[in-house]
């Protein structure tokens, strides 16, 4: 069973949304940070958003804020990414990620500090 699955990639249309979940089970439901990457084909995996589960602060890169929510059910174990207003260069395979992190949250833009990965879930917008 995998302890981190994503759902809720799909193909839209320029401004569009969707929402991504984040399903933990397991272990990765204590974990201290969950994030959001995403990878477009030829690029570098990039931080898109991340949440404290301990004390509720976020994160966003500068390209989806404003039109990004991250956001965490706690009874479902679940985090949310609800994506709108969508944009072709928002197109790419979005994981989610657990990390153990304790002390400074910055570091959490960085994929190396998380622990457990989600397989990914396409998005794909068109123009």
């Known amino acids: 069973q995998a302890l981190l699955e994503e759902s809720g990639g799909g193909l839209v249309q320029t401004g569009g949304s969707l929402r991504l979940s984040c399903a933990a089970s397991?272990?990765?439901?204590?974990?201290?940070?969950v994030g959001w990457f995403r990878r477009a084909p030829g690029k570098e995996r990039e931080c898109v958003a991340f949440?404290?589960?301990?004390?509720?602060?976020?994160y966003y890169a500068d390209f989806v804020k404003g039109r990004f929510t991250i956001s965490r059910d706690n009874v479902k174990n679940t985090v949310y990414l609800q994506m709108n207003n969508l944009k072709p260069e928002d197109t790419a395979d979005y994981s989610c990620?657990?990390?153990?992190?304790?002390?400074?949250?910055?570091?959490?833009?960085?994929?190396?500090?998380?622990?457990?990965w989600g397989q990914g879930t396409q998005v794909t917008v068109s123009s």
């Open positions: 397991g272990r990765t439901v204590e974990s201290s940070v």
């Open positions: 949440i404290n589960l301990k004390v509720g602060n976020t």
């Open positions: 990620a657990a990390s153990f992190i304790s002390g400074d949250d910055r570091l959490a833009r960085f994929p190396a500090v998380y622990d457990y």
